[in-house]
């Protein structure tokens, strides 16, 4: 199979040697995306901002790939402080519906640029 690089300037653009997403087949693979903004790539403040900044950058992402959150068939999310997993509850519940994905929280040291969160994900489209 072949695999289909997926970009938009909807979302921040790499700030590594990685692709924004990568589709193979029905598969979508979302790379993490972190709370910049994607005009200025300047980090927006604060936790409540950032984890809607990483839903509008991820949903971006995966309207590039002609698709949605609904496919969303697993979210990782990476966090600098746990405590802050129920804002990202909320959130999360804006963007994604049920049936909801699998998902896995992950309490982390750090995140690049000072980043307070990162959610990257799979999706599955037909």
């Given at each position: ?104 929280a992950v309490g982390v040291a750090a995140l690049p640029r000072g980043a307070l969160v990162e959610v990257d994900g799979i999706l599955?489209?037909?």
């Amino acid at each position: 199979m072949s695999k289909k690089i997926i970009a938009t300037d909807k979302a921040p653009a790499a700030i590594g040697t990685y692709s924004q997403a990568v589709q193979v087949g029905n598969t979508i693979y979302l790379s993490g995306q972190i709370g910049l903004d994607p005009v200025s790539m300047q980090m927006v403040e604060g936790i409540d901002a950032q984890i809607v900044r990483v839903f509008e950058n991820i949903k971006a992402v995966a309207e590039a790939a002609g698709s949605s959150l609904a496919d969303a068939v697993k979210l990782n999310v990476y966090l600098t402080d746990l405590g802050n997993f129920a804002k990202v509850n909320e959130v999360m519940a804006k963007y994604c519906s049920q049936p909801y994905p699998a998902r896995a929280a992950v309490g982390v040291a750090a995140l690049p640029r000072g980043a307070l969160v990162e959610v990257d994900g799979i999706l599955a489209v037909a």
